[in-house]
């Protein structure tokens, strides 16, 4: 019942720009976040956002770069990239959760939408 559909991956050249999208179904969340798993490595953080207050909370790696946001109407959570790096490559996963945004023990999680940044 409870769905996280991502999209909005793909491969792009260091320096590029791409939005991945998260639309929710099911349920109403607290807080909607993006995690990123690359090749070999834990899932990290990257950024979440108060569903209702919109405030935002940004790993240090992608501050400045990526711009969490929501669209109420389409209970959608997007991930604005820009000045994307190589090692920015990694599956990422939208998710959700009934907690705070700095609480990362997130309950729902999307399948996960590929980012790759060529050099």
């Known amino acids: 019942q409870v769905q996280l559909v991502e999209s909005g991956g793909g491969l792009v050249q260091a320096g590029g720009s791409l939005r991945l999208s998260c639309a929710a179904s099911?349920?109403?969340?607290?807080?909607m976040g993006w995690f990123r798993q690359a090749p070999g490595k834990e899932r990290e953080f990257v950024a979440s956002?108060?569903?209702?207050?919109?405030?935002?909370f940004y790993a240090d790696s992608v501050k400045g770069r990526f711009t969490i946001s929501r669209d109420y109407a389409k209970n959608t959570v997007y991930l604005q990239m820009n000045s994307l790096k190589p090692e920015d490559t990694a599956v990422y996963y939208c998710?959700?959760?009934?907690?705070?945004?700095?609480?990362?023990?997130?309950?729902?999680w999307g399948q996960g939408t590929q980012v790759t940044v060529s050099s």
């Open positions: 998710a959700a959760s009934r907690r705070s945004q700095y609480d990362l023990r997130y309950e729902y």
């Open positions: 099911g349920r109403t969340f607290y807080t």
């Open positions: 956002l108060n569903w209702s207050g919109g405030s935002t």
